[in-house]
């Protein structure tokens, strides 16, 4: 009765699945500035989560005895002129930045991407016709738009859930935060969806007469689905680096309107509005300016770092041996 045979040559080892995201997230922990970019962006989404309800004071809350208090260990950022806690103020600062970055970078590229994407795609006067209508975006100036839609609506919308209030008697129409954030989200949006759509628009046109989508043109498959299956997708790339640079610019764009008084006004807290409240006084409280700026700063260096990480883990063009 013989033996099995034993095999005496080395063991194969298991085929490993190539993945672009997997190699991508590879290269991005292998760069510290981009880890470290990534670990604020996380605290920072963390603190304007669930921050707020872990605070010691309430943002709106008002001690005169405690006014302008450096510092300490009872108010870690120190107290404003009303004795608010400046700490309760910068956390919850933070949730009106990440929302107003959030979701104006939400609608500036959905805007973005759909009509880079139909002017890529289509060509000709279509093209030209987008493109025309972005250059015209690009050249309004920013500060200016903001202001005059910010006085235009806001005075006929307050009006409107006056009424509201009075026809319903619902506390929700109490609430002109909301004028404030619709009018923000808005304006904003229309400054910063440009730059989107030119950047599809670039991806596509090197995109569109790829093999493959020459193939699904040939099968007579829509345009619609043409341009959502197989372009689009292939066209995320740069655009995942834009948006994560373009949540930085959007903070600081919401920070300075606020600072200029056409954003989020008092007393909902940005950091804006802190530092605009802070600066008239840093002479003699520099806490009060400092603190919301150097939160501002940091979060905005955060979203660089891990903005060039993705680029550099995305665009093969910058992978090293």
Same mark, same amino acid.
């Given at each position: ?54 605070? $010691? ?31 309760? #103020? ?50 309004? $100036? ?38 404030d954030f619709v009018l923000v989200f ?8 440009? $730059? ?11 995109? #569109? ?98 903005g060039d990480g993705l680029n550099d ?9």
């Open positions: 009765m013989s033996s099995p045979a034993l095999s005496t040559g080395p063991a194969e080892a298991p085929d490993e699945t190539v993945s672009l995201w997997r190699d991508a997230w590879r290269r991005l922990i292998a760069n510290r500035l981009a880890v470290f970019g990534l670990a604020v962006v996380a605290l920072l989404i963390l603190v304007a989560l669930v921050g707020p309800w872990l605070t $010691p004071y309430d943002f709106l809350s008002q001690d005169i005895n405690a006014r302008n208090q450096a510092p300490s260990l009872v108010h870690w950022f120190g107290t404003d002129d009303l004795g608010r806690d400046v700490l309760s #103020r910068v956390i919850y600062g933070a949730r009106t930045a990440l929302l107003v970055a959030i979701v104006v970078t939400g609608i500036a590229l959905s805007i973005g991407v759909l009509l880079g994407a139909v002017a890529g795609y289509a060509g000709g006067r279509v093209d030209a016709f987008i493109m025309w209508l972005t250059d015209i975006a690009m050249s309004v $100036p920013s500060l200016l738009l903001v202001v005059v839609i910010n006085t235009s609506l806001k005075p006929p919308l307050a009006r409107w859930m006056d009424a509201k209030y009075l026809e319903t008697l619902n506390p929700v129409f109490r609430e002109t935060v909301w004028i808005g304006s904003m949006a229309l400054i910063l969806w440009p $730059p989107y759509a030119r950047l599809i628009r670039a991806q596509v046109l090197s995109i #569109r007469s790829r093999n493959y989508v020459t193939a699904a043109r040939a099968l007579g498959l829509p345009a619609g689905i043409v341009i959502r299956r197989y372009i689009v997708p292939n066209a995320l790339g740069p655009v995942i680096v834009a948006v994560s640079a373009g949540l930085g610019n959007a903070m600081v764009l919401e920070s300075a309107f606020s600072f200029l008084g056409v954003g989020v006004t008092p007393p909902t807290p940005s950091w804006g509005n802190m530092i605009s409240d802070g600066l008239r006084v840093w002479r003699t409280y520099p806490h009060l300016l400092a603190a919301p700026a150097a939160v501002l700063g940091l979060a905005t260096i955060a979203f660089s770092f891990l883990a995305l665009n093969p063009k910058q992978w090293r041996k």
